[in-house]
């Protein structure tokens, strides 16, 4: 099994812009809070590794998303199961893996709305998540024009392959937001220091 600081290094190694590193600790907070609260406690390392490691390619390699991370993942003997987590958050759009197992459930239900959140969070005036609402988060979900590049189908797709509501999947994704944004924040400026900041 990879290191979290293995990880690490290799997303840095092809990330370089602040909001995707911001993105992919974000995800890799929520993916852990999800198995330890979905019953996967045991797995949680390994879900977070999905998280963090969900987009490798997408900044240098944005028209073959999906398809090039087999390859970079196999720089660091990723195993098979993460390689294969990551190729199918894009299933449907780069990517005809399918999301079988409930970790690659959650890792492509959650990939689009944590962007929404982020977006919403960042025009509060406590720039944070703590104190956001699941009806203010509604409110900019039915606004199209806003964080337009989130997919609202794939985040509607998501909900329904958890088989839960899209209520409940935006109430679980605020609260692992909210459990994991003081310490994404803390290594965020860690990595990128305050200039990188994205608000």
């Known amino acids: ?10 997303l840095q190694k092809y990330n370089k812009e602040p909001f995707h590193i911001e993105h992919a600790l974000t995800l890799e907070g929520c993916m852990r809070y999800f198995a330890e609260t979905e019953g996967y406690a045991h ?48 299933y449907g759009i780069c990517s005809d893996v399918e999301p079988i197992h ?26 944070s ?3 956001m609402e699941l009806k203010s988060l509604k ?29 409940e999947l935006m109430e679980k994704t605020l609260s692992a937001m909210r459990a994991c944004e003081e310490s994404v924040r803390a290594e965020f400026t860690a990595i990128c220091g305050n200039g990188g900041e994205t608000a």
């Open 1 to 10: 099994m990879i290191t979290r600081e293995q990880a690490l290094a290799h």
């Open 43 to 90: 797995e949680a390392d390994f879900w977070a590794l999905c998280g963090l490691l969900h987009d490798i390619d997408f900044e240098l390699y944005p028209e073959q998303h999906c398809q090039k991370a087999p390859e970079l993942l196999a720089e660091i003997d990723a195993p098979e199961a993460l390689v294969r987590a990551v190729c199918a958050h894009g």
């Open 102 to 127: 409930p970790m690659e459930k959650y890792l492509f239900a959650a990939d689009e709305l944590t962007g929404i959140v982020w977006a919403a969070a960042k025009m509060r005036p406590s720039k």
């Open 129 to 131: 998540v703590q104190d």
């Open 139 to 167: 409110k900019k979900f039915k606004d199209k024009k806003f964080a337009a590049g989130c997919s609202r189908d794939v985040i509607s797709v998501g909900a329904e392959r958890l088989g839960i509501s899209l209520d």
